[in-house]
């Protein structure tokens, strides 16, 4: 097993930033952090701030916060809440999932909530009464997958709404972050009994040690862009890495004493990003190197918690104890370096191309969407209309006098949004009409 050493392979950045500084922030910088306050004050010492944070790749982020609201907050910063069922239902973990919804978890009224983008919502109540549902992720098997911090079970809901509950080894299990594995199964972390599950779509259970052992305090897990689970382990003050075989192959150590190490993502640079909420930092795990480097927040006792990737390459964190919502910068210059290119004859009947552009990271899938003056071209055909995705498309009549081009969205590994660059547009010529001739 390979360990880090704090004063060889572990680096501290120190920002030289007050709390009473200008939360703006140089959006070139790698770890620049901006700050946006959420519109409902709460915070320390309720703890009614935002909590879990997901992504989606409209550019929109969603998070919960634990004075019963869900919070949409734009690329740009602008905040939006919406209100849920009622006060006091403590939502805490939010993932995008089927059908273009929000999911989330209700830990104080042991509910899993649905909320579609326009801010309606429905509840469907967990079997298991006072079961605090925690963390929650879809499935590749298009159900959520959710666990039960105080019933020590995994929960599986589908779309429509239907519960079904697995019990783990031990009720004291504390099961808090979920994941979708790169082996189609969901692993979770287990904070009370110090383990690592794992549950098939199936329902098949199966559970490891954790580096630390029993008391290592494993909360936060996410897939890594190596194939591989990594977690935090709080209480060892650890990031520490997991084979598929449920093997621990690599840990960590966290440089700060007592940091509070809590959620955990792939960043659009390769490497592991977690929240500190015991001292208020963001980390960064160099995977090639083991490097930890730590970026104190801008803002004092803000509490770090849930982090996750916008499709703007920010890494995006909440910060309950200051009603916040922090971006910090994981690349220089975004995901796209050299943008994509569409070249041929601009006229019916001809053959347009486009390349997918240069990037900073390896891509795991690559798409295509034909524009027409930066709008959706659709094709229609004798059975159905579809949008135009090959990497092709013929110029047809209903182009002339308008701008084609191309935006190209790819994927990397362990980042469940997407990124997009747009090309540049070919004008097709208008018709031209021969002028009109009178005769007498």
């Not at 069922?85 to 805490?92: E, I, Q, V």
């Not at 326009?118 to 006072?130: D, H, I, K, M």
């Not at 013929?394 to 969205?409: E, F, T």
Request: charged content about 15%; proline content about 7%.
């Amino acid at each position: 097993m390979r360990t880090n050493l704090v004063g060889r392979a572990v680096a501290l950045a120190i920002l030289a930033v007050s709390a009473s500084a200008p939360v703006a922030a140089s959006a070139a910088t790698v770890g620049s952090i901006r700050e946006y306050r959420t519109d409902t004050p709460g915070g320390a010492p309720g703890n009614l701030g935002p909590q879990g944070i997901t992504a989606r790749s409209d550019g929109t982020l969603w998070f919960v916060e634990a004075a019963s609201l869900i919070g949409r907050i734009t690329t740009s910063g602008r905040v939006t809440e919406f209100r849920t069922a009622g006060f006091g239902t403590g939502p805490w973990g939010i993932a995008t999932g089927p059908a273009n919804r929000l999911w989330y978890t209700e830990a104080d009224s042991s509910a899993i909530g649905r909320m579609t983008t326009g801010g309606v919502t429905t509840r469907f109540l967990t079997p298991t009464a006072s079961a605090a549902p925690y963390g929650i992720a879809a499935g590749p098997d298009g159900n959520l997958w959710f666990t039960e911090h105080d019933a020590g079970k995994v929960g599986r809901m589908t779309p429509a709404g239907t519960i079904t509950e697995y019990a783990l080894g031990s009720v004291a299990a504390g099961p808090n972050g979920i994941t979708a594995g790169p082996d189609g199964a969901l692993w979770f972390a287990e904070f009370g009994s110090g383990k690592i599950g794992r549950i098939t779509t199936a329902g098949v259970l199966t559970e490891f040690a954790s580096d630390g052992g029993p008391s290592s305090g494993p909360i936060g897990i996410t897939t890594g862009p190596d194939g591989a689970l990594w977690y935090t382990a709080q209480s060892a003050n650890q990031v520490v890495r997991m084979t598929t075989a449920g093997v621990n192959t690599d840990h960590f150590n966290i440089p700060t004493p007592n940091s509070g190490a809590n959620g955990i993502t792939t960043g659009p640079d390769g490497n592991l990003w977690f929240s500190e909420s015991g001292e208020n930092r963001i980390g960064r795990l160099t995977t090639s190197t083991g490097l930890i480097t730590e970026y104190p927040t801008r803002t004092a006792a803000a509490g770090p918690t849930g982090i996750t990737v916008g499709s703007d390459g920010g890494v995006w964190v909440t910060q309950p104890n200051t009603d916040m919502i922090a971006r910090i910068t994981a690349i220089s210059s975004g995901p796209n370096t050299v943008s994509p290119r569409v070249s041929g004859v601009a006229k019916p009947g001809h053959t347009l191309r486009t390349t997918a552009g240069s990037w900073n990271r390896p891509r795991v899938q690559t798409s295509y969407q034909w524009l027409r003056d930066g709008h959706p071209i659709f094709i229609a055909s004798a059975a159905s209309t579809k949008p135009a995705r090959a990497f092709t498309y013929k110029v047809i009549d209903r182009d002339r006098g308008h701008r084609i081009g191309c935006r190209v969205s790819v994927r990397y590994a362990g980042i469940a949004v997407s990124f997009k660059a747009q090309s540049n547009a070919l004008k097709v010529a208008p018709v031209v009409r021969p002028p009109s001739r009178f005769t007498g």
